[in-house]
């Protein structure tokens, strides 16, 4: 018999990538970024997976381009942001519409309207964790954006309605 050694687990990220999957990765002056690309589930998924790797005690913002509102939390606790945004998961991801960013004074993750994945830090680590999800690193990523215009989101009351549940969990405050 031969022995061989261990196989390396398939990630659900490689295995149900599409082709467009992938992520721009740049170094600036004082900070990296990241441009990430996926469909609009598994970008909302990553973006909550993201999240385990900021500090316990972070701030959010969350811009509401349908009907122009915009909130504002300072110091909130990292399980409760995850949990209520994780409330509203599929909502977001079959509406968009709605700009999340999560931050700390090292790194910030956005989820853009158009369901792009934003990531500033001032490390390279998120390089390292992007391709542990198996997102693979490319010159250029084909951008949602030019899809639809802030102008044209379809009316979304089930997220409206989410939103303002979210806001009042979260004791966010209008921006």
Known sequence: MWFRGRQPETSVWKRFRSAADGFVFTKEDDYYSAHVV???????DLFLALME?????VDVSIVDV????KWRGDRLALPDVRDALTRI???VAAAGGVEIAVYSSEDQLTLNPMLELFIYARTDRWLYLLQGKGLE?????????????HH???PAPELTSALDSLVDSLGLTPA
């Open 89 to 91: 998961k599929s909502l």
């Open 152 to 154: 044209e989101f379809q």
């Open 66 to 69: 349908r009907d122009k509102r």
């Open 137 to 149: 690193e490319r010159r250029m990523v084909r951008t949602n954006s030019w899809k639809v215009s």
């Open 38 to 44: 996926a469909h609009a589930e598994r970008i909302v």
């Open 53 to 57: 790797q900021l500090p316990p005690a």
